[in-house]
């Protein structure tokens, strides 16, 4: 077998070099030279199987081949080339191992070594264009590495931009919710205010009404005042002759008054003494005459000088509170508070001398005392009986003429007619002050009527002293049952003042029988 003059290996790299350098220049001569290598038409004999796996082995040796970065035409002619070597090479792997057709050989033999020759040529040009390439290379790294440097700096705005759309977007919808609501509550205020002006008409409708009802008025108030000015002229008029009258009238009161202070103050009208006389009559068996005992016998003429009595009535009717006031002529001022009922009655005489500031007080009860033979009756049809009422003192009565009282002080009393005794308390409603205790004493007949006498006592705690101390105070009380069946009493109670200033005496009192 002849020997070809280069091994298949270098073919392959100097096709692979040829390849760069034509996409790097645009050659084509490889390409054109190859075009012209044809089949030989004679037949070839098939090698034996030695030379045939030596030459495989050469084929399948590796290649270097230049980093290069070709384009679509560039793989183009490179897959056409190869394509071309491997039918030369299986040509040639052929025609070495036939030893027929010799100069069909030597013919391809001789293109081969052109088709070398081209090669190396392509080949040092190709080393020519690879340090361009180099050089192309770094540039377009260095353009890699910006563009990816930008690429990164696009990602980040882009991602950056990403996040400023999301924001935006809620932002949008926050906006588009909230430019919902302020559409619904704006629909709302105009739905409301479409009402409130509905309302505003009607309003103005009943103002407009009322207006002109009011005009009317007015034209009516106008004519009236023009009455009224009339009616004032003759009221006027009127006016003057009455007050003429009024000061005939005057005079004729004063000599009245005086007329009135000559006659008996108790002066009865003829039905009244009869009443009078009837009923007292028909009571003559059983109540005493009316009488009225004085308790400051240290002053038995504190009214004389101005002719000034107590009023204890005790004529059938009530009348609980009466106060009665004087001036005398000495400027001495005399008051006098009065409670009665229809058979009892006390009294409190204040008299008040404003040229020395000295004031004297005195005490008075009475009315129609039960006789004494009428115990007999009690005891057979009652046995005992309790009796309610007031107590007063100068202390808690107004010397004014209000006509009012300060305020009330309890008494109850029970009467035991078959033992002919009496007992009983009195509350004045102070606080830390116990209760003021009439002891039990005797019902007396001795002077033809019913009345009793005995002793009272207090006992008062002051809680503000330390330790506290407890104070005792004891005195006196008298009465007498009054009316035809003792149905009412009156009487007095005498209890000094103690050391806390709590004090019930002197005090008069009334009460009345219970049902």
């Known amino acids: ?98 030893t027929g057709n010799t100069e069909t050989l030597t013919s391809i033999t001789d293109k081969l070594t052109t088709i070398g020759n081209q090669l190396n040529s392509i080949s040092t040009n190709s080393l020519k264009n690879n340090t361009e390439m180099q050089a192309l290379l770094s540039e377009l790294k260095a353009q890699k590495t910006y563009l990816e440097e930008e690429q990164k700096k696009l990602k980040d705005q882009l991602t950056e931009l990403k996040q400023q759309k999301e924001k935006l977007i809620q932002q949008r919808n926050e906006l588009s919710q909230l430019a919902d609501n302020k559409e619904k509550l704006i629909q709302e205020k105009e739905q409301a205010l479409i009402e409130k002006e509905n ?24 004519e009236l005042y023009s009455r009224i000015n009339d009616l004032e002229n003759q009221l006027w008029n009127k006016d003057s002759q009455i007050q003429n009258t009024l000061n005939e009238v005057t005079t004729l009161t004063e000599q009245l008054n005086n007329l009135t202070k000559q006659i008996n103050p108790y002066q009865e009208t003829t039905e009244q003494r009869e009443l009078r006389l009837t009923r007292e009559k028909e009571r003559e068996n059983f109540v005493a005459p009316k009488f009225v005992q004085y308790i400051d016998q240290a002053n038995p003429s504190i009214n004389s000088d101005y002719n000034f009595d107590v009023n204890i009535t005790a004529d059938g009717i009530r009348h609980e509170k009466n106060i009665i006031s004087a001036l005398s002529s000495s400027n001495v001022v005399y008051v006098s508070y009065n409670y009665n009922l229809e058979e009892a009655g006390n009294s409190i005489l204040i008299q008040k001398d404003f040229s020395n500031g000295q004031e004297k007080i005195v005490y008075s009860f009475g009315g129609n005392p039960t006789r004494a033979q009428y115990l007999s009756e009690l005891q057979r049809f009652q046995g005992s009986a309790e009796y309610s009422g007031k107590v007063y003192t100068a202390q808690n009565v107004l010397t004014s003429s209000t006509g009012t009282y300060d305020r009330d002080i309890t008494i109850n009393l029970t009467a035991n ?34 009345e009793f006498s005995g002793t009272a006592s207090r006992t008062i705690i002051a809680p503000y002293m330390g330790p506290p101390e407890t104070f005792k105070s004891a005195g006196s009380y008298q009465g007498v049952f009054m009316g035809a069946r003792a149905e009412q009493i009156s009487g007095y109670l005498n209890l000094p003042a103690s050391y806390t200033g709590a004090s019930a005496t002197p005090a008069v009192f009334t009460a009345e029988k219970q049902p």
């Open 1 to 98: 077998m002849q020997k070809l003059p280069f091994k298949p290996i270098s073919l392959a790299t100097f096709i692979s070099l040829a390849v760069v350098a034509c996409g790097s220049s645009g050659g084509g001569s490889t390409k054109s030279t190859t075009a012209n290598v044809t089949k030989p038409i004679t037949e070839i004999a098939i090698p034996d199987k030695t030379d045939q796996q030596k030459n495989t082995s050469l084929t399948t040796s590796p290649t270097t081949t230049p980093t290069t970065t070709p384009n679509n035409s560039d793989d183009t002619q490179l897959n056409e080339l190869k394509t071309r070597l491997d039918a030369i090479e299986k040509q040639l792997g052929s025609l070495s191992t036939s």
């Open 199 to 222: 309302v505003i008409r009607e309003k103005e409708n009943i103002l407009t009404a009322h207006i002109e009802a009011s005009n009317d008025k007015d034209r009516q108030i106008s």
């Open 417 to 450: 007619f078959t033992n002919k005794s009496i007992s009983g308390t009195v509350d004045d409603h102070r606080p830390y002050a116990t209760i003021i205790t009439l002891n039990p004493t005797i019902i007396n007949s001795d002077r033809g009527r019913l």
